[in-house]
């Protein structure tokens, strides 16, 4: 096990103060945090020279421990890469104390954890062999208890505010928070006209889809697009751009808070640390009219929604999702299928803007499998004759460099007896004091310089002995796959593909993924 200090860090959305977005206890805060147990650990002689490792949770509840960091605390004690765990306290931690007392009482003392907890006193070193103690344990009870309390009075507070007609969770699109009251919506000049807009074109005979193309030819943001300008945000590169689609219009048609009505209460947890809210019947849903200014009158509403084309519900049909792999190469967006006699693949996009790249994506499904088949067959052939070719190369790189490493290990061997040999001639007075340390310096350097070439080769055959399983994973891989049948194999296509770009109808790029193994190279794939 690697001798590593782990310093762990959390801040709940509990701890800060909205109005401020500051911890309401200081002591609380992140910088806090981390200056106490650094403090704690440059003090304490056991641990002040050990490496340090740094996991913050900020954000996250303790009553459960599905937080990214921790998860991957936890997965470095596993690996044997921390020997200890530092929190300001063990409602940093965690706050269930029945979870935090299995981590402490059976699954870090097996793994031959130590955990220090500075402001509760407690060290897992002190109580090896028994049991936490009394005090810790009702601590951690204390600290789930506040949590349950909390969890409670949150609650009440938000009942409070929904019969009031406050919003508790987001503000609407078209409504911006009141600047004087905290839970209280007003009308945002920036978007509201843009919800107005909406609602009279559709009155005027336009369909969703016609608006939504309207609104991306104008340039104006999603909803969502508007949300993260507004927090000054960006998504990742690979994401696709947001999009207005006919089922955000119908959303927002649907939607009755515009005529200034606040709908509460639609969900609701049924117990604390719920990670799935229930739908509440309508009759318990808390409604009040007039708690915001309408950005569309009543006949309005009603209007837009009597004018939207009425769909016959059909039967849901369970169909096959294992080809949700493609993706427009343009604008990101996941292909859509439709259905007639054959199933077809296009971008959703081509809908909402003329004359878009787009629109010349319009594969059918049993074309484009037939070239991602052949393709597939062709990786496998490929993947088979890399692996042997690879496999004899390594064959030589590996007894090459353990050659190498056992001539290193012999040369060590020699300037160490060297040395002994010196040690004995001066001792024996055959060298003076100058020429043994003379020759002692010489082959000091020499052992340095031999021992970082023999680090440095056994890094290299580390690197090798991975790149020669991997190889080895592949070959059994692509034996395993040429062996299935034409009508398996075509069956199983989709579990070894990871995704599928589309450009047009003549050309797709494929990331392929065999089992766990990912080739690197991505195959373009033409199609005459």
């Known amino acids: 096990m690697k001798q590593q200090v782990a310093i762990y860090l959390r801040l709940s959305l509990e701890d800060v103060d909205l109005r401020t977005n500051k911890a309401k206890d200081e002591s609380n805060s992140i910088s806090a945090q981390r200056q106490l147990i650094e403090r704690h650990l440059d003090q304490n002689p056991e641990l002040r020279d050990l490496p340090r490792l740094e996991f913050c949770d900020d954000g996250y509840s303790g009553t459960n421990f599905d937080r990214p960091q921790f998860s991957k605390m936890i997965e470095l004690v596993k690996k044997g890469e921390i020997s200890c765990i530092v929190v300001k306290d063990l409602s940093r ?16 003392p097996f793994l031959g954890i130590r955990v220090k907890a500075i402001n509760d006193h407690y060290d897992s070193k002190k109580h090896s062999g028994t049991t936490i103690g009394m005090d810790i344990a009702f601590k951690n009870l204390i600290y789930d208890y506040y949590s349950k309390d909390l969890s409670k009075k949150v609650r009440s507070s938000m009942g409070m505010k929904q019969k009031q007609g406050k919003y508790v969770n987001c503000v609407l699109y078209g409504y911006k928070r009141s600047p004087s009251e905290k839970h209280q919506m007003v009308i945002d000049e920036v978007t509201a006209p843009i919800v107005r807009r909406v609602f009279m074109e559709i009155i005027a005979g336009r369909t969703a889809t016609e608006v939504a193309k309207g609104l991306n030819e104008d340039g104006i943001p999603t909803p969502a697009a508007y949300k993260g300008n507004q927090r000054k945000t960006s998504s990742g590169s690979q994401a696709a751009a947001p999009l207005w689609t006919h089922a955000r219009i119908h959303e927002m048609l649907k939607n009755i808070k515009y005529t200034g009505v606040m709908v509460n209460h639609t969900r609701e947890s049924r117990f604390i640390r719920d990670k799935n809210q229930r739908r509440v019947p309508r009759e318990e849903w808390v409604i009040r009219e007039d708690a915001h200014e309408a950005i569309v009158t009543e006949d309005e509403f009603t209007a837009a929604n009597d004018a939207i084309r009425r769909v016959k519900k059909t039967e849901r049909v369970s169909r096959d999702n294992s080809d949700t792999v493609y993706y427009c190469a343009h604008c990101g967006h996941k292909l859509r299928k439709t259905y007639g ?12 803007f003329d004359d878009s790249m787009c629109s010349k994506i319009r594969w059918s499904k049993t074309d484009i499998e037939d070239v991602v088949f052949a393709s597939m067959k062709t990786q496998i052939e490929l993947m088979d004759v890399e692996a042997r070719e690879t496999g004899t190369e390594l064959a030589d790189e590996g007894a090459a460099l353990r050659q190498r490493i056992k001539q290193l290990q012999a040369g060590i061997a020699a300037c160490e007896r060297e040395k002994f040999n010196r040690y004995e001639d001066y001792h024996a007075g055959k060298l003076t004091a100058d020429e043994y340390l003379d020759k002692k310096s010489d082959l000091n350097k020499l052992l340095e310089s031999q021992r970082a070439s023999l680090e440095l080769a056994e890094s290299n055959y580390e690197e090798f002995v991975h790149t020669e399983a991997s190889t080895q994973e592949m070959g059994k891989t692509a034996k395993q796959l040429g062996a299935l049948s034409k009508d398996v194999l075509r069956k199983n296509m989709y579990s070894c593909i990871e995704r599928i770009t589309v450009f047009d109808n003549e050309s797709i790029e494929i990331t392929w993924k065999f089992d766990e193994i990912c080739v690197s190279e991505k195959n373009a794939v033409g199609v005459s």
């Open 93 to 108: 931690f965690g706050r269930d104390y029945i979870e935090v007392g299995d981590y402490l009482e059976h699954i870090f």
């Open 341 to 352: 006699k054959d199933t077809y693949f296009s971008c959703p996009s081509a809908s909402y």
